[in-house]
T-cell receptor, first 113, second 117 residues
């Protein structure tokens, strides 16, 4: 069945460091791919998405490119800030699996000044 | 406008008791989802409502779990005869329409942390 595997955490970075959180997926159809973020004490919120191969989602300085050939959707940011400290979840959804979303286990990021 | 709200925020119950978890979606959102987040696990899909009907109940882990939605709005997730493995954070999300394939964004509530002792 469809699934998402993402990089284990926790990840600790210094401010202004480069961030990559790896995400790979398995899907029978043509999924849409998402990154959700959960800031401390808040609910999950959509960070960015890509709905077809080679699309790039971007928001708040974060980017992720939908790579069909490597079945990946890695999250990147060139210069992280303390305010980026959160848990990041990769997810997929396919129309051929109804309206189910499949989430990864989450990667906790802590950015230190 | 108000976001998705869930109650209670925390619930501690004894093994074998029944619990009810409530979700108030964003007004006008026709689709509603329940997820479970266990320690060290990702979000596990439980059930999806479109309006008051649940076309997809495939994620409910056992027949002890049930959910209903009334008036196209509030939803209740009921767990009967709770077990320790039911301890988790239960999340609710709503969207304007079915979110499959990313058609509509899901908006998440803050969750209910259930602890079964």
């Amino acid at each position: 069945g469809d699934s998402v595997t993402q990089m284990e955490g926790p990840v600790t970075l210094s401010e202004e460091a480069f961030l990559t959180i790896n995400c790979t997926y398995t899907a029978t159809g043509y999924p849409s791919l998402f990154w959700y973020v959960q800031y401390p004490g808040e609910g999950l919120q959509l960070l960015l998405k890509a709905t077809k191969a080679d699309d790039k989602g971007s928001n708040k300085g974060f980017e992720a490119t939908y790579r069909k050939e490597t079945t990946s959707f890695h999250l990147e940011k060139g210069s992280v800030q303390v305010s980026d400290s959160a848990v990041y979840f990769c997810a997929l959804s396919s129309l051929n699996t109804g309206n189910q979303f499949y989430f990864g286990t989450g990667t906790s990021l802590t950015v230190i000044p | 406008g108000a976001g998705v709200s869930q109650s209670p925020s925390n619930k501690v119950t004894e093994k074998g008791k029944d619990v009810e978890l409530r979700c108030d979606p964003i007004s006008g959102h026709t689709a509603l989802y329940w997820y479970r987040q266990s320690l060290g696990q990702g979000l596990e899909f439980l059930i999806y409502f479109q309006g008051n009907s649940a076309p997809d109940k495939s994620g409910l882990p056992s027949d002890r779990f049930s959910a209903e939605r009334t008036g196209g709005s509030v939803s209740t997730l009921t767990i009967q005869r709770t077990q320790q493995e039911d301890s988790a954070v239960y999340l609710c999300a709503s969207s304007l329409g079915p979110s499959g394939g990313g058609a509509y964004e899901q908006y998440f509530g803050p969750g209910t942390r259930l602890t079964v002792t």
